[in-house]
């Protein structure tokens, strides 16, 4: 079963504007990340954001995470057409061998010129 | 990222017909994974292996195998292909040296086609 529930599946903004990104989890986490993929592309990791943290930036990239509501967001400032990909959260978890993520289902942004 | 690569990058092949899917990273990671990305459902794992002597089963390993040959090389089978399986594999690898939750670092894909 998946972990992370993304919000929403689709996202279509104008060049400029700013891009927000909703996942949730069910469990606990040691820690979220979110990764982009270019269509038919393999997935880049962005960024992570560890339990004991609760705001992360990376460029334009601003990650927040509420462990109380399982909840994190991504925003994406001043948009780019270049940004258009899928966005994709991914929890780990504590097991015994470790190292494992759980994706979730994806965002698909489109950024228009 | 050529230090993750996958061959072949798409592949059409009929039922019941074996095939592999083959992975070498360049990277030095111990760590290997393999997911199947379906549209809607995202990544789901099959198997991963932490080392050359292990190999552990994933969410949905039911009907693949797999072959950890040397650090760099982590080989996906088929063994009697169905449509179901029609779907973009990725191989990833991390790095345990920093820290047991880190960052994966993925390859192109394979585009895989059951008829």
């Known amino acids: 079963s998946q972990q992370g529930e993304e919000d929403p599946q689709a996202l279509s903004i104008q060049e400029g504007e700013n891009a927000t990104m909703n996942c949730s989890y069910k469990t606990s986490i040691n820690n979220l990340q979110w990764y982009r993929q270019n269509s038919g592309r393999g997935l880049v990791h962005l960024i992570l954001i560890r339990s004991n943290e609760r705001e992360k930036h990376s460029g334009r990239l601003r990650v927040t995470l509420d462990t109380s509501k399982k909840s994190s967001s991504l925003l994406i400032t001043a948009s780019r057409a270049a940004d258009t990909a899928s966005y994709f959260c991914a929890t780990a978890r504590f097991y015994n061998q470790g190292g494992k993520l759980i994706f979730g289902q994806g965002t698909e942004l489109s950024v228009k010129p | 990222d050529a230090d993750v690569t996958q061959t072949p990058r798409n592949r059409i092949t009929k039922t019941g017909k074996r095939i592999m899917l083959e992975c070498s990273q360049t990277?030095?990671?111990?760590?290997m994974y393999w997911y199947r990305q379906d549209p809607g459902l995202g990544l789901r794992l099959i198997y991963y292996s932490f080392d050359v002597k292990d190999i552990n089963k994933g969410e949905i390993s039911d009907g693949y195998s797999v072959s950890r040959q040397a650090q760099a090389k982590f080989s996906l089978s088929l063994e009697s292909a169905i449509p179901n399986q029609t779907a973009l594999y990725f191989c990833?690898?991390?790095?345990?040296?920093?820290?047991?939750?880190?960052?994966?670092?993925f390859g192109p894909g394979t585009r895989l086609t059951v008829l």
């Open positions: 990277k030095g990671h111990d760590r």
């Open positions: 990833a690898t991390s790095d345990p040296r920093t820290g047991a939750y880190n960052e994966q670092f």
